[in-house]
C-alpha cells in the first residue's frame, strides 16, 4: 500500500513556469511508475505525463515540448516542470502511482494540487 501527497501548486502568468513535486511513502516501496493527471472544471481527468522505474516517459499531446517529467528512485519522489504555461492548463493536477502485486495493478492516487494560470 502507497500514499502519495503533491505539492508546489499555485498561480502563474500564461508563458511562465511552476514545479509540481509529489512524495511516495513508504519510502521502500517500489512504485512501477509515477505520473501526474489533471482535471479542469467540467472536463474528464487526462493525462499529463508517467515516467516508469527506468525512467522511460510518456506525455500527453498537449504538454509535449512544454512539461518535463522525472522521479528519483532512491527517495520515492517524482516532480513535473511546467514550463509556457496556457490558460488551458488550469487544472487540479493529481499524482498517480501503480504498482503489481501477483502480476495484478493497483493504484494511489494524491490528494490534488489547484494550479490556476492567468493574466
Known amino acids: 500500500q502507497v500514499q502519495l501527497m503533491e505539492s508546489g501548486g499555485g498561480s502563474v502568468q500564461p508563458g511562465g513556469s511552476l514545479r509540481l513535486s509529489c512524495v511516495a511513502s513508504?519510502?521502500?516501496?517500489?512504485?512501477?511508475?509515477m505520473g501526474w493527471y489533471r482535471q479542469a472544471p467540467d472536463k474528464q481527468r487526462e493525462l499529463v505525463a508517467t515516467i516508469n522505474y527506468d525512467g522511460s516517459t510518456n506525455y500527453g499531446d498537449s504538454v509535449k515540448g512544454r512539461f518535463i517529467i522525472s522521479r528519483d528512485n532512491a527517495k520515492n519522489t517524482m516532480t513535473l516542470q511546467m514550463n509556457s504555461m496556457e490558460a488551458e492548463d488550469t487544472a487540479v493536477y493529481y499524482c498517480?502511482?501503480?504498482?503489481?502485486?501477483?502480476?495484478?495493478?493497483?493504484?494511489?492516487w494524491g490528494q490534488g494540487t489547484q494550479v490556476i494560470v492567468s493574466s
Open positions: 498517480n502511482g501503480r504498482w503489481f502485486t501477483a502480476n495484478r495493478p493497483e493504484d494511489a
Open positions: 513508504p519510502r521502500d516501496f517500489p512504485v512501477y511508475r
